[in-house]
């Protein structure tokens, strides 16, 4: 096996160019409050093996392609770094896998991304201030003391989101809370599993119902498998109120992105619930408004309540994903549980 070095150096506010450091060693600062306006990255090697990376620049968005040190980012124009992605290049680059971690305003370390992923936030005007990089042959056996230096966990820490104020509150209401797929059953998949990432939304969807009184029904709080057939049962069994039944979308092409919603077309009520979650999401989220579909739907046809299926983005693209894994869950939730209570307001 030959050698490889993965050098980097920055340039930070207030202080100017920095480095050079390589493999793990930290370019930036933490707790300083100072951005990572730019970065170099090249490799030391004997392999054929190459290093290239692009940034999300503020005002600017995403730069073009770097490698093998040339500069991604600016200097003395005061931008900051949001997020950046990095993979390797050359015939070696199948044996490698490159592995990058930042420290982020307002969230602290992120968890370590991988090979093109992304890392950072988009759109929410947050700096990188750190960054570490690593490259592993793959693999690796990693042990206890090295495992954190190399894993990369769903979803990565977000900013915390305030709550809506509520318009009112929701005690004596009953609200089944459905979230799509699970265990054998993944649903669409890109960067993230669909059923974890409804898994997720529905946890913190419920909590924002309970502490407004709500009684909230799940038809799962882990990763299982259950029958389409048995989750309106569920509902109609707990006599409840309103189910929500979440999920994200799915599509071929990875450029596909956009919020829409269902609801069974004979429903009046199903109907209004499932317009007033989708003026939330769509206020929240802020992606492309692709509309209510009325149709005949498990989840909707066969419930006693009014229903309503939220597909809020697409777990077959990457922004998408991005979005989520960096508050766009917490904005998600939100966006329901406004349409929740925007929906008893009405009808009370």
């Given at each position: 096996m030959g050698y490889i070095n993965v050098i980097y150096d920055g340039h930070v506010?207030?202080?100017?160019?920095?480095?050079?450091?390589k493999n793990g060693e930290l370019c930036g600062t933490t707790g300083k409050s100072?951005?990572?306006?730019?970065?170099?990255?090249?490799?030391?090697?004997?392999?054929?093996?190459?290093?290239?990376?692009?940034?999300?620049?503020?005002?600017?968005?995403w730069d073009?392609?770097?490698?093998?040190?040339?500069?991604c980012g600016t200097q003395g124009q005061g931008k900051r770094l949001e997020s950046i992605r990095i993979r390797l290049t050359g015939a070696d680059a199948e044996k490698y896998d490159v592995y990058y971690g930042v420290h982020a305003q307002d969230i602290g370390n992120?968890?370590?991304?991988?090979?093109?992923?992304?890392?950072?936030?988009?759109?929410?005007?947050?700096?990188?201030?750190?960054?570490?990089?690593?490259?592993?042959?793959?693999?690796?056996?990693?042990?206890?003391?090295?495992?954190?230096?190399?894993?990369?966990?769903?979803?990565?820490?977000a900013a915390p989101v305030t709550p809506a104020a509520p318009v009112g509150n929701l005690y004596g209401n009953i609200i089944?809370?459905?979230?799509?797929?699970?265990?054998?059953?993944?649903?669409a998949c890109g960067d993230l599993r669909e059923s974890d990432m409804n898994l997720t939304v529905a946890l913190i969807l419920g909590l924002m119902l309970t502490e407004r009184g709500a009684q909230v029904v799940y038809t799962r709080t882990s990763d299982v498998h259950v029958y389409l057939s048995d989750r309106p049962v569920i509902a109609n069994n707990a006599g409840a109120?309103?189910?929500?039944?979440?999920?994200?979308?799915?599509?071929?092409?990875?450029?596909?992105?956009?919020?829409?919603?269902?609801?069974?077309?004979?429903s009046d009520a199903g109907i209004r619930l499932a317009i007033l979650c989708l003026?939330?999401?769509?206020?929240?989220?802020?992606?492309?408004?692709?509309?209510?579909?009325?149709?005949?739907?498990?989840?909707?046809?066969?419930t006693d309540m009014p229903a309503v299926i939220t597909e809020a983005s697409f777990a077959s693209c990457s922004a998408d994903c991005a979005l989520f894994q960096n508050g766009g869950a917490e904005l998600e939730a939100l966006g329901i549980l406004d349409g929740i209570l925007a929906y008893f307001w009405v009808a009370a």
């Amino acid at each position: 096996m030959g050698y490889i070095n993965v050098i980097y150096d920055g340039h930070v506010q207030d202080i100017g160019d920095v480095g050079p450091f390589k493999n793990g060693e930290l370019c930036g600062t933490t707790g300083k409050s100072k951005r990572l306006e730019a970065v170099k990255i090249w490799l030391e090697t004997d392999l054929d093996l190459g290093i290239e990376y692009e940034g999300q620049i503020q005002d600017i968005g995403w730069d073009a392609t770097k490698k093998a040190g040339e500069l991604c980012g600016t200097q003395g124009q005061g931008k900051r770094l949001e997020s950046i992605r990095i993979r390797l290049t050359g015939a070696d680059a199948e044996k490698y896998d490159v592995y990058y971690g930042v420290h982020a305003q307002d969230i602290g370390n992120m968890n370590w991304a991988m090979n093109g992923e992304r890392t950072g936030t988009e759109g929410m005007s947050l700096r990188l201030e750190g960054i570490k990089i690593i490259i592993a042959p793959k693999g690796i056996v990693m042990s206890p003391d090295t495992i954190l230096k190399f894993m990369k966990a769903e979803p990565k820490p977000a900013a915390p989101v305030t709550p809506a104020a509520p318009v009112g509150n929701l005690y004596g209401n009953i609200i089944c809370i459905n979230p799509g797929h699970g265990g054998s059953d993944p649903g669409a998949c890109g960067d993230l599993r669909e059923s974890d990432m409804n898994l997720t939304v529905a946890l913190i969807l419920g909590l924002m119902l309970t502490e407004r009184g709500a009684q909230v029904v799940y038809t799962r709080t882990s990763d299982v498998h259950v029958y389409l057939s048995d989750r309106p049962v569920i509902a109609n069994n707990a006599g409840a109120d309103l189910f929500i039944s979440i999920h994200h979308n799915g599509s071929s092409d990875p450029s596909s992105s956009g919020t829409c919603a269902i609801c069974y077309p004979e429903s009046d009520a199903g109907i209004r619930l499932a317009i007033l979650c989708l003026n939330g999401l769509y206020n929240r989220l802020g992606l492309q408004q692709r509309g209510l579909i009325q149709r005949d739907d498990s989840d909707v046809t066969y419930t006693d309540m009014p229903a309503v299926i939220t597909e809020a983005s697409f777990a077959s693209c990457s922004a998408d994903c991005a979005l989520f894994q960096n508050g766009g869950a917490e904005l998600e939730a939100l966006g329901i549980l406004d349409g929740i209570l925007a929906y008893f307001w009405v009808a009370a």
